[in-house]
């Protein structure tokens, strides 16, 4: 199997609802996504695909809907209350807590999925850096 690795970087603010610690206050990180893709053969210029492909429909996903913008879990209304208040902010309910563990996954299985239909590329594996130390990876 080979395997193509796109790097996207955004920057967006979260906060981790229930967390014990300095994660329960609004704040924000700039991440890096590694999406792993793969497809059964590759193409005739012998390609998994074009890696502007891979940016332009995962990157552009990311820009219109998490990049400088804030990511909620759905159910905190605290935040989702607060945000509301001014005009114009970019907010995403996530339907769960905006861990780098959820938001791999969100990646993996809801937007992955659904932005590279029809291309014949499949996602295998997302892997997130939240800081220069810490980063979480799903894997089909
Ligand atoms: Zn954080």
Redesign the pocket.
């Known amino acids: 199997m080979t395997t193509v690795v796109r790097r996207v970087g955004f920057s967006a603010g ?1 906060r ?1 609802w229930g967390h014990e610690h300095e ?1 329960s206050n609004v ?1 924000g ?1 700039n991440y890096e996504v590694y999406f792993h893709a793969t497809a059964e053969h590759l193409d005739d210029v012998g390609r998994v695909i074009d890696f502007r492909i891979l940016k332009q429909r995962l990157g552009g996903w990311i820009e219109r809907h998490w990049d400088h913008g804030f990511i909620c879990h759905e159910a905190d209304a605290e935040v989702r209350d607060a945000l509301a208040t001014i005009a114009g902010q970019k907010l995403f309910l996530l339907p769960g807590n905006p861990t780098a563990e959820n938001l791999a996954s969100y990646l993996l299985r809801e937007v992955g999925p659904r932005e590279l239909a029809g291309t014949g590329v499949r996602l295998v594996r997302v892997v997130l850096w ?1 800081t220069p130390n810490c980063f979480a990876e799903v894997s089909l």
């Open positions: 979260h981790v994660c704040h990180h939240e």
